[in-house]
Nanobody
Framework: VQLVESGGGLVQAGGSLRLSCVASGNPFNRYPVGWFRQALGKEREFVAGRRWMSGFPSYGDSVQGRFTISRDNDKNTVYLQMNSLKPEDTAVYYC???????????????????WGQGTEVTVSS
């Protein structure tokens, strides 16, 4: 499956952005998906994840209550709505998908084989 992210940009602290990840290739609607981010000089960090069936999404501690992951399987698209953005949210954001991801591995970037190219988010103070 191929993944393409969009929606990044420059926003002031307290603002919002919505990232999109469009998939093509294998039946994406059966793939668990995750959003990760990587700030300059830091390790890649789990942001949010969602299984392909109905179920509770999972969020990183630093974004809980501010970010929402959703998916539209008819459009092969996953979204990341980011509200109340902070300067520390500045990073390159990646979406990832892999059919083999399960609940216990969703937060582990090594569990995902398919990655997008990333979209940059900059939050100014």
């Amino acid at each position: 499956v191929q993944l393409v992210e969009s929606g990044g940009g420059l926003v002031q602290a307290g603002g919002s952005l919505r990232l999109s990840c469009v998939a093509s290739g294998n039946p994406f609607n059966r793939y668990p998906v995750g959003w990760f981010r990587q700030a300059l000089g830091k390790e890649r960090e789990f942001v949010a994840g969602r299984r392909w069936m109905s179920g509770f999404p999972s969020y990183g501690d630093s974004v809980q209550g501010r970010f929402t992951i959703s998916r539209d399987n008819d459009k092969n698209t996953v979204y990341l709505q980011m509200n109340s953005l902070k300067p520390e949210d500045t990073a390159v954001y990646y979406c990832a998908a892999d059919r083999g991801v399960i609940a216990s591995t969703m937060r582990d970037s090594r569990a995902y084989k398919n990655w997008g190219q990333g979209t940059e988010v900059t939050v100014s103070s």
